[in-house]
């Protein structure tokens, strides 16, 4: 897909594409009918994921093996379901601006484990851009912090999600991107599978619609993303990823007539300041390395 014959060009479009797609598809979260579990819908997003990722397996069948750390496999599946159910029972039941804001405290989980689980060393400057992270993610709602539900759900979605991405790059040693993706794709569609066991139910028309619309988004997200990285490096990318929150406000105010108010606002800024600043500061590390392995 080429909009430009300049690869930054391409890898910004997309990437803002992908960051667009992704809060239209929370924002049709928040519009199912709320007698749906959310293990359901979990469980049929995954199956489109499934299906997207058919076409890949074919076309690389030969590179996918066997593997010797099924354990971890186990452990990321069910962390990414559990980070799943989280992130949509966040979505359904928080402003959306508010719930994207948390979401972008990510990378400051994954770098906190980072350093606790693979003894990554992490510089002064870095500690003060993670402190500044988690005041954000206080500031962001000071009264009701402790006591939200769906406050909790959200930050609690982006720990499990860290502790995948750790998990990630422990597998990435041994297997294949190929073999990562089989063995988590299947594992989460039979995970969410059990966890409707006991929750099956109807779907009227309009809810099927709008599960079928988010499968379509979230693969649409998935393919922007990784197609942006084809044309530029991460630390190029983020950025542009980032436009979620203001995409996330101007879903809220249009479609759902949610105001933030001056604590997301501010809060926001500094999750926002201290997730690029983390992004930047990897990848200032990264072609330092790169430039004394050439030497």
């Given at each position: 897909?080429?909009?430009?014959?300049?690869?930054?060009?391409?890898?910004?479009?997309?990437?803002?594409?992908?960051?667009?797609?992704?809060?239209?598809?929370?924002?049709?979260?928040?519009?199912?009918?709320?007698?749906?579990?959310?293990?359901l819908v979990v469980f049929i997003r995954t199956c489109f994921?499934?299906?997207?990722?058919?076409?890949?397996?074919?076309?690389?069948?030969?590179?996918?093996?066997?593997?010797?750390?099924?354990?971890?496999?186990?452990?990321?599946?069910?962390?990414?379901?559990?980070?799943?159910?989280?992130?949509?029972?966040?979505?359904?039941?928080?402003?959306?601006?508010?719930?994207?804001?948390i979401g972008m405290s990510g990378p400051l989980f994954t770098?906190?484990?980072?350093?606790?689980?693979?003894?990554?060393?992490?510089?002064?400057?870095?500690?003060?851009?993670?402190?500044?992270?988690?005041?954000?993610?206080?500031?962001?709602?000071?009264?009701?912090?402790?006591?939200?539900?769906?406050?909790?759900?959200?930050?609690?979605?982006?720990?499990?999600?860290?502790?995948?991405?750790?998990?990630?790059?422990?597998?990435?040693?041994?297997?294949?991107?190929?073999?990562?993706?089989?063995?988590?794709?299947?594992?989460?569609?039979?995970?969410?599978?059990?966890?409707?066991?006991?929750?099956?139910?109807?779907?009227?028309?309009?809810?099927?619609?709008?599960?079928?619309?988010?499968?379509?988004?979230?693969?649409?997200?998935?393919?922007?993303?990784?197609?942006?990285?084809?044309?530029?490096?991460?630390?190029?990318?983020?950025?542009?990823?980032?436009?979620?929150?203001?995409?996330?406000?101007?879903?809220?105010?249009?479609?759902?007539?949610?105001?933030?108010?001056?604590?997301?606002?501010?809060?926001?800024?500094?999750?926002?300041?201290?997730?690029?600043m983390i992004t930047y500061l990897d990848s200032k590390n990264?072609?330092?390395?790169?430039?004394?392995?050439?030497?």
């Amino acid at each position: 897909m080429l909009f430009s014959p300049k690869p930054s060009i391409n890898s910004a479009i997309l990437a803002t594409l992908g960051a667009l797609s992704l809060s239209i598809s929370m924002s049709l979260a928040k519009q199912l009918n709320h007698s749906i579990p959310t293990t359901l819908v979990v469980f049929i997003r995954t199956c489109f994921g499934l299906m997207f990722f058919l076409p890949i397996l074919v076309a690389n069948k030969k590179v996918i093996v066997k593997t010797k750390k099924l354990p971890l496999y186990v452990a990321r599946i069910v962390l990414t379901v559990c980070s799943m159910l989280c992130t949509y029972y966040a979505y359904r039941n928080l402003p959306i601006a508010f719930a994207t804001s948390i979401g972008m405290s990510g990378p400051l989980f994954t770098t906190i484990l980072s350093i606790i689980l693979l003894k990554e060393k992490i510089s002064f400057y870095k500690w003060l851009v993670i402190i500044l992270g988690y005041i954000g993610v206080v500031v962001v709602r000071p009264v009701s912090f402790f006591l939200d539900l769906g406050t909790a759900s959200a930050l609690l979605a982006n720990l499990l999600a860290a502790s995948a991405i750790i998990i990630v790059k422990i597998l990435s040693r041994y297997d294949s991107t190929i073999t990562i993706m089989l063995y988590t794709n299947i594992g989460i569609t039979i995970v969410s599978f059990l966890f409707n066991i006991h929750g099956w139910q109807l779907l009227d028309l309009k809810d099927f619609i709008l599960i079928s619309f988010m499968g379509i988004l979230g693969i649409t997200t998935q393919f922007c993303s990784i197609t942006a990285l084809k044309y530029s490096s991460p630390s190029f990318v983020a950025p542009f990823e980032y436009t979620r929150i203001f995409f996330a406000i101007l879903i809220g105010l249009t479609v759902f007539d949610e105001v933030p108010d001056i604590y997301t606002v501010f809060g926001s800024a500094a999750i926002l300041s201290s997730a690029y600043m983390i992004t930047y500061l990897d990848s200032k590390n990264a072609n330092t390395t790169s430039n004394e392995f050439k030497k």
